[in-house]
């Protein structure tokens, strides 16, 4: 009988030997957090039910971020996972001198594909504990060409050191380097099935009429750890997201707008987190922001800007704010609230909690 087990230890040749054991008896893996308390990782572990028994063909368990409330568990197949790994190294032109890094959190899907891809396609592979500038430095000096990362670790590194990078997480930032590659994707899609805003091998994407997501792929997830399958019979994934088709270069590409939940709606008018942080990102006085709604009894709600000051002695007013957003979109766009932080609560991988 095939089970989940859990890895419990650092990244590193360990936890990819640990993994392949795993697979090779047939079981399912459940990569835990090691940046979790030991009683909260057992609390996991629990949830997950892990010991309990997988179906046969289960390759892997992974939480999701629990950003919106308790994380649930995305479970992959092995046919998944492989559809994941062959996808990607074909949009990437991963050859036989490429070499693999994982440095981002194996607990999450961005980290834990590194490996499953490097796994599956024998592409030489470095794994890291955890993001550390010289340890990335080091690993490139060393070899490694392709590295997965999020845009708060892109900006800590050299990315020419790399022949691509892979950036998921959340909003990339306004300049790229050339040599970066846009995702979009989520636990349930076993890592990111959108590059640069054209799908993926074998990704299909559906836009509904209220502008919902819709994915169908051979990367989906079988269903969630409690039996739930949120695949409709025709085979899409709702993915809670919001987005469009727009012009590019080489034809259409998917414009991501952001989470459903996270819309803000003030006096009647549709507003997008994402596009007024993108703004906002732009003032010299603001090192980091997140937007997000704050209800109000008048308005519905109204934009809250959260921001980390690039001098805590000046830090902007609101005024600037709203002045800084309103030269370049419309005056409603503008954060009506302020509020000064040191830093903003952040997933793993480097999403807001806007909650």
Known sequence: MARLVAIDQAGGPAFVDELRRVWDAGDAAFPVDQRLPAPRRAELCAAMRVGAEVEDGDALVVATSGSTGRPKGVVLTHTAVAASAQATSVALDVVDEDHWLACLPLSHVGGLSVVTR????????????????????????????????????????????????VLGGTRPPQHLPVNAVTTYGMTETGSGVVYDGRPLDGVEVRIDDAGGIHLRAPMLLRCYRDGVVPIDADG?????DVGRWVDGNEGPRLHVDGRRGDLIISGGENIWPDAVEALLATHPDVAEVMVRGADDPEWGQLVEAVVVPVENERPPSLDDLRNHVKTADAAYMAPQRLTLATALPRTALGKPRRG
């Open 118 to 165: 490097a796994l599956l396609t024998s592409t030489a592979l470095t794994v890291l504990p955890r993001f550390d500038v010289a340890e990335v430095i080091r690993a490139a000096d060393a070899g490694a060409t392709l590295v997965s990362l999020v845009p708060t670790a892109l900006k800590r590194i050299e990315p020419s050191r790399f022949r691509r990078v």
């Open 236 to 240: 899409w994934f709702a993915t809670g």
